[in-house]
């Protein structure tokens, strides 16, 4: 069974899915939010919607800022991998 599954592609597919969790702003909808606040769990990221038809939707706790993000791309950058000498 061990010979089935490829380690390499499985940490990249991790890797890459931290990524674009930890920095995308699409990485939750409206849908998810409502969900959260139908089983009255984790309220600060609840969606608040106004009369007027607009809404408020919280930062998610979860993202990188972006100098965070410019840090993470720099490191990668910085990475030295036998093909780079």
Excluded: F
Excluded at 55 to 72: C, I, N, Q, R
Aim: charged share 30%.
């Amino acid at each position: 069974m061990t010979h089935l599954i490829d380690l390499m592609h499985i940490v990249k597919n991790v890797a890459t899915y931290l990524y674009r969790y930890t920095t995308s702003k699409e990485a939750n909808t409206d849908i998810v939010r409502n969900d959260l606040k139908y089983i009255q769990k984790m309220r600060s990221l609840w969606i608040t919607y106004y009369q007027d038809g607009g809404k408020e939707v919280p930062t998610k706790t979860w993202l990188m800022k972006k100098d965070e993000v410019e840090k993470l791309h720099k490191c990668i950058q910085d990475i030295k991998t036998p093909t780079d000498y």
